[in-house]
């Protein structure tokens, strides 16, 4: 464990036992960047190709690009050239924690904004629309939704398909047992080692996961009728000086034609660390969102 791991543990512990934590406090993460000289951003190591792992063992990605922007306004507005910029490892569980506590000041991943978690964090202008869908293995004999009968399922902690899969079981009656793994890498190790017949997970995140498989063609995506969810970067809650820098730099991104062609970068063409292309267009309600952009669920 790295120390910026060991930190991100502490700060989390922290938290749940209710210690004083730095930015509780609303409004203030401008200032506290001023002061430190610091900021710091949150990655994920297996989501792709929001933020991830390169063959360095550097996080890379559609997120981390766009918060490689926001780094650059900061400094411009707070006039702090040498910024010092810190990247900390976070994961599904772990994240809205640090988020909350001050240890991240944007957390540049793939998480889906919904009004559970607008209780605890603010997000900015959507930056992905998704759709929740399963990747079955070909050997289990799934077909359709109803064939998971009786079956194992994984879901990944923290993530929105956990509530997904509940309400799912309860209302189809499947009497599904349910495996939760630590993060997205462990849920397609679970599925591909054949203790699960199906994952439940944003289709994106599947696509990235099966593209990186050395059995890809081993597993298919299967609707399940899930509504789109929208991604956006997180941030502190009532922090409106910095949403708004922020939400400007992804506005202007989009404006400028920047945010295009960083989609494409990312999901139209060859990306590490094994080239592999996720061949995923631009869906029409992003598009939508490009357009005019908002933080709202719908």
């Known amino acids: 464990m790295n120390r910026l791991?060991?930190?991100?543990?502490?700060?989390?512990?922290?938290?749940?036992?209710?210690?004083?934590?730095?930015?509780?406090?609303?409004?203030?993460?401008?200032?506290?960047?001023?002061?430190?000289?610091?900021?710091?951003?949150?990655?994920?190591?297996?989501?792709?190709?929001?933020?991830?792992?390169?063959?360095q063992q550097k996080p890379v990605?559609?997120?981390?690009?766009?918060?490689?922007?926001?780094?650059?306004?900061?400094?411009?507005?707070?006039?702090?050239?040498?910024?010092?910029?810190?990247?900390?490892?976070?994961?599904?569980?772990?994240?809205?924690?640090?988020?909350?506590n001050g240890t991240v000041d944007v957390e540049c991943g793939g998480t889906a904004n919904n009004a559970a978690r607008q209780k605890q964090v603010s997000?900015?202008?959507?930056?992905?629309?998704?759709?929740?869908?399963?990747?079955?293995?070909?050997?289990?004999g799934v077909k359709r939704p109803a064939d998971l009968k009786g079956k194992t399922i994984v879901v990944t902690q923290g993530s929105n398909a956990v509530g997904f899969a509940r309400k799912f079981n309860d209302e189809q009656k499947l009497d599904l047992m349910t495996i939760q793994a630590k993060d997205h890498g462990e849920s397609m190790l679970t599925l591909d080692g054949g203790r699960?017949?199906?994952?439940?997970?944003?289709?994106i995140l599947l696509a990235g996961e099966k593209a990186n498989s050395r059995n890809g063609a081993s597993f298919t995506l299967m609707p399940g009728g899930f509504d789109n969810i929208y991604y956006g970067l997180m941030l502190r809650k009532d922090d409106a000086e910095f949403k708004t820098l922020v939400d400007g730099v992804i506005a202007?991104?989009?404006?400028?034609?920047?945010?295009?062609?960083?989609?494409?970068?990312?999901?139209?063409?060859?990306?590490?660390?094994?080239?592999?292309?996720?061949?995923?267009?631009?869906?029409?309600?992003?598009?939508?969102?490009?357009?005019?952009?908002?933080?709202?669920?719908d």
């Open 5 to 55: 791991t060991l930190l991100a543990v502490a700060a989390v512990s922290g938290l749940l036992l209710g210690a004083p934590s730095f930015a509780q406090s609303t409004g203030d993460t401008l200032k506290k960047i001023k002061e430190t000289k610091t900021i710091t951003l949150g990655y994920r190591e297996s989501s792709v190709p929001f933020s991830f792992l390169d063959g």
């Open 61 to 100: 990605g559609f997120s981390m690009d766009i918060c490689q922007a926001i780094v650059a306004k900061v400094k411009q507005q707070l006039n702090l050239p040498a910024l010092e910029v810190k990247e900390v490892a976070v994961n599904s569980s772990n994240r809205i924690p640090l988020v909350v």
């Open 123 to 140: 997000f900015t202008v959507a930056t992905f629309v998704s759709q929740p869908l399963w990747l079955v293995r070909n050997d289990a």
């Open 196 to 203: 699960a017949a199906a994952w439940l997970e944003d289709d």
């Open 252 to 297: 202007g991104m989009m404006k400028a034609g920047e945010f295009d062609k960083l989609y494409k970068k990312w999901f139209e063409s060859p990306i590490p660390p094994k080239g592999m292309n996720l061949n995923f267009p631009m869906t029409d309600k992003l598009r939508e969102r490009i357009k005019s952009p908002s933080d709202k669920i």
